[in-house]
């Protein structure tokens, strides 16, 4: 069987690890791959909490994340990190590390820059809407039927 290694993932990935009953948010970061440290610097130290809050720029929000991963063991959520917009995908488990049988919680997460992707969408919806226009003040048929079709394949503005 093939093992996938994160150092080589074009994504960034990170996890930490802490003493089951600790606060999840409290969580360390303790390991970084390669593509982590090339796109966002090191985030090693940080808490799985200021993370989020750096990504979130909300405490709410990070509060409402923590809690997620808690009860859930997973959450994803975007938002902007050194000025880049990604899209953040964590999950959480426990594992018995040694023999003693201390029990740890694993936070692992993966951090993708959709920065390209959110810009093509919106120039795409902004190229969209200007058709619909053009095509509105040539004929309002077809600039009826422009609208409709704009709305199946536009997504909502809570998505963009």
């Not at 994504?11 to 409290?26: N, Q």
């Not at 009860?71 to 999950?91: D, F, N, R, W, Y």
């Not at 029990?103 to 390209?116: F, G, H, L």
Request: net charge negative; proline share 1%; hydrophobic share 35%.
């Amino acid at each position: 069987m093939i093992k996938f290694n994160s150092d080589l993932a074009i994504f960034a990935t990170i996890a930490g690890e802490s003493v089951d009953g600790a606060k999840i948010g409290d969580t360390e970061i303790s390991y970084i791959n390669n593509a982590c440290i090339r796109i966002f610097g090191d985030l090693r130290g940080l808490s799985f909490a200021h993370l989020l809050n750096q990504i979130t720029n909300d405490e709410s929000k990070t509060a409402e994340l923590v809690d997620k991963l808690n009860q859930q063991g997973e959450i994803t959520t975007e938002g902007t990190l050194q000025g880049k917009m990604v899209k953040l995908h964590s999950a959480s488990n426990l594992q018995s590390c040694d023999d003693s049988g201390v029990k740890k919680r694993v936070v692992q997460a993966a951090i993708t820059d959709i920065s390209e992707s959110v810009f093509l969408k919106e120039r795409l919806y902004t190229t969209s809407e200007a058709l619909n226009r053009a095509a509105s003040s040539a004929d309002e048929d077809t600039g009826a039927h422009t609208a409709r079709i704009n709305r199946i394949w536009t997504p909502p503005i809570s998505q963009r």
